[in-house]
């Protein structure tokens, strides 16, 4: 069965420094997203991505934030200048279309910023 | 803003009951919901869709209802065991590209 998939599972970095966090969606899908759960806390949005744009964004996802479709297939999430806040399991999701079909999610990348 | 709230935060029941968790949105204008099970540290595992104009949504042990005018919906699940517990979360799709606001959850234990 498709799945989305995430790479790394888990990555510690300092403060300040730079992440990339990797995602490849459902072959055939044509929406891409990414979310964020703070531990014990719900799941928030923080970006769309469509037709190779963002379509829209969160107040989380400010200039430190930048996503990209580099090669067709790979999905990535970039934190410029990371804080101990932006702690976090990361979640990639995909659709198909939009209104009427399942999002489906990875199994998350977990930051650790120390 | 939608807001998106799950009643109880958590349960736990014997094996063999059946049991509803609930899900509440303020606003009414959603273009879908969906019901995911996460397991601790793990990723979201989509349960069940149901679209606006559907009413609810059946698979196997899990019934997905859905009331789009009084902001609710409902997971039956039916015969519980073990292997169901986890934490259940209820997401409302919104605007052109359905991006999800969601629920805290409902943290489900089934005991043996």
């Known amino acids: 069965e498709p799945e989305v998939t995430q790479t790394p599972s888990h990555q510690v970095t300092q403060m300040g420094q730079e992440v990339i966090l990797r995602c490849v969606p459902i072959s055939n899908h044509l929406y891409f997203y990414w979310y964020r759960q703070i531990l014990g806390q719900k799941v928030e949005f923080l970006v769309s991505?469509?037709?190779?744009?963002?379509?829209?964004k969160s107040e989380i996802f400010d200039d430190q934030f930048s996503v990209e479709r580099p090669d067709g297939s790979n999905f990535t999430l970039k934190i410029r200048s990371t804080k101990l806040e932006d702690s976090a399991m990361y979640f990639c999701?995909?659709?198909?279309?939009?209104?009427?079909?399942?999002?489906?999610f990875g199994q998350g990348t977990r930051l650790t910023v120390v | 803003k939608q807001e998106v709230t799950q009643i109880p935060a958590a349960l736990s029941v014997p094996e063999g009951e059946n049991l509803v968790l609930n899900c509440s949105f303020t606003d009414s204008a959603i273009y879908n919901l969906q019901w995911f099970r996460q397991d601790p540290g793990k990723g979201l595992t989509s349960l069940l869709l149901?679209?606006?104009?559907?009413r609810e949504q059946t698979s196997g042990r899990l019934n997905a209802s859905l009331d789009k005018s009084s902001g609710r919906s409902t997971l039956y699940i039916a015969a519980s065991q073990p292997g169901d517990s986890a934490t259940y979360l209820c997401a409302v799709g919104l605007g052109g590209y359905s991006t999800l606001t969601f629920g805290k959850g409902t943290m489900l234990l089934v005991s043996p």
């Open positions: 149901i679209q606006s104009s559907q």
């Open positions: 991505f469509y037709n190779n744009e963002i379509s829209e």
């Open positions: 999701a995909s659709r198909a279309g939009t209104g009427t079909t399942e999002a489906f």
